[in-house]
């Protein structure tokens, strides 16, 4: 009989404690030990009592344990018999890592499920009453990392601004200032944008402006990571935000 484990990556939602699935909820109750990251809402680990909770968390320029020695702790934990679950912020197949760790546990031949979250662009969204699409206005939307492994602005982010498409990036503070140029030649001064910082959480923080003014809005309201930038028109649908002063007052008339 084999004495492997199984290992259980969940996405735990935007941050509100209320968004996760029923079966995350189920799995996550029924856990031996629970790794969990930094844009995980700790409410969360309040669902299991007895489990073994490990923080591995990673910000830019601070991680609590590298990626590859997070795929060993999971892998060591799973060989010795134990329920393991990843709790991923957002959705755990978007920019969560998930196929390193599912790869590092097939080679050993543990089992391995992938339960869904909602993403935190789209959670995020529909907080704010985003239409990431609309008829007539705008036909698709783009998903972009604000930032590579490298720490570099994705080269995405050039090829998004030609488009019509809503454009949704995620963890792009830090090369806030290389988004607005790429947008800058393509589309008027008079753009929207929306950033949301610690969306769906208590301690949000939001602010709308144009393209020409949304640098000094972040500036000024102190905006930093975790956000979402909403680019294109939809960012001006917004309903429950404390607009910026530098809004075009054209797109909330």
């Not at 830019?60 to 020695?69: A, C, D, N, T």
């Not at 309903?239 to 075009?248: P, Q, R």
Request: aromatic share 6%; glycine share 8%.
């Amino acid at each position: 009989m084999s004495t492997k484990g199984k290992i259980s990556l969940i996405g735990a939602g935007p941050g509100d404690i209320e968004l996760i699935t029923v079966k995350g909820v189920r799995i996550l109750k029924e856990a031996d030990v629970i790794l969990y990251d930094a844009l995980v809402n700790e409410g969360f680990l309040d669902y299991n009592q007895t489990a073994e909770k490990i923080y591995v968390g990673k910000r830019l320029g601070r991680h609590s344990k590298k990626q590859f020695e997070i795929n060993h702790l999971i892998v060591q934990l799973a060989q010795q018999g134990k329920k393991v679950v990843r709790l991923k912020g957002g959705d755990v197949s978007v920019f969560a890592r998930a196929s390193e760790e599912l790869e590092a546990a097939q080679l050993f031949g543990i089992e391995t499920e992938l339960i869904p979250g909602i993403s935190s662009y789209s959670g995020i969204a529909a907080k704010h009453q985003i239409p990431l699409t609309k008829r007539g206005e705008s036909e698709s939307f783009w998903v972009i990392t604000g930032h590579t492994a490298k720490g570099n602005a994705s080269s995405d982010i050039a090829l998004a601004a030609q488009s019509t498409a809503t454009v949704l990036i995620l963890m792009g503070i830090k090369n806030l200032p290389y988004i607005i140029n790429e947008f800058k030649k393509h589309k008027s001064d008079s753009y929207p944008i929306a950033i949301i910082q610690n969306g769906t959480m208590p301690n949000e923080k939001v602010v709308l402006a144009d393209i020409e003014h949304i640098e000094q809005a972040v500036e000024e309201n102190r905006i930093s990571n975790p956000a979402l930038i909403v680019i294109g028109p939809a960012a001006s649908y917004a309903k429950t935000v404390h607009y910026s002063s530098y809004i075009n007052k054209q797109l909330v008339s």
